[in-house]
């Protein structure tokens, strides 16, 4: 770190705290030429990232946005929210570590059903039904056909097809707001 002051390259660290709950550190540095004093403070920089839609646009990735719809799909499940926050950093850290700078949505996409698929499958289910453009249709039909119901329960339908997009999935039975439909 240089010095700000004289422009020595060699600073001392004299005194390392955490910073903002443990999110960053405080250094308190000394100049070896001119002796000043000036704090740093050091934090995780993770990488910007973008998300890339089925129509080209480049928009930035909202980690809120991620999480509010997997709170959707996982709404009056038996899943806490612990759990969930572990679930949305577990997949932002995945999306870091990727080594990409622009995601492709339906790769997003992919990697919240994979996720989701392991942890409720109802979940899965209605995140799958709205974010899914369904061209494995098969594979999806297979899945509802694999859901253990119990007794008095229903079977989870697929009641029609949904067009790439088109917010108005009903496909699983369960509509866009998580609500299971007639
Ligand atoms: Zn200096």
């Known amino acids: 770190m240089r010095c700000p002051f004289c422009g020595h390259e060699d600073t001392q660290v004299k005194d390392s705290r955490p910073h903002e709950d443990g999110t960053a550190i405080r250094r308190r540095r000394i100049c070896a030429s001119c002796s000043q004093r000036f704090t740093t403070i050091e934090r995780v920089q993770l990488r910007d990232l973008y998300v890339v839609k089925a129509d080209g646009r480049r928009v930035p990735f909202e980690r809120d946005k991620l999480a509010r719809s997997i709170r959707v799909a996982l709404r009056k499940r038996p899943v806490d929210?612990?759990?969930?926050?572990?679930?949305?950093?577990?997949?932002?850290?995945?999306?870091?570590?990727?080594?990409?700078?622009d995601i492709a949505s339906r790769d997003i996409g992919k990697l919240v059903m994979d996720t989701l698929r392991e942890v409720d499958i109802v979940a899965y289910i209605r995140f799958a039904s709205v974010h899914w453009d369904f061209r494995e249709t098969k594979d999806f039909a297979a899945?509802?056909?694999?859901?253990?119901?119990?007794?008095?329960?229903?079977?989870?339908?697929?009641?029609?097809?949904?067009?790439?997009?088109?917010?108005?999935?009903?496909?699983?039975?369960?509509?866009?707001?998580?609500?299971k439909r007639r």
């Open 81 to 101: 929210e612990d759990r969930i926050d572990r679930i949305v950093n577990g997949l932002v850290r995945q999306l870091e570590a990727s080594g990409e700078t």
């Open 143 to 179: 899945i509802l056909e694999s859901i253990p119901v119990g007794p008095g329960e229903e079977r989870p339908a697929a009641i029609r097809v949904p067009a790439a997009d088109s917010g108005a999935a009903v496909a699983s039975g369960y509509g866009p707001d998580g609500i």
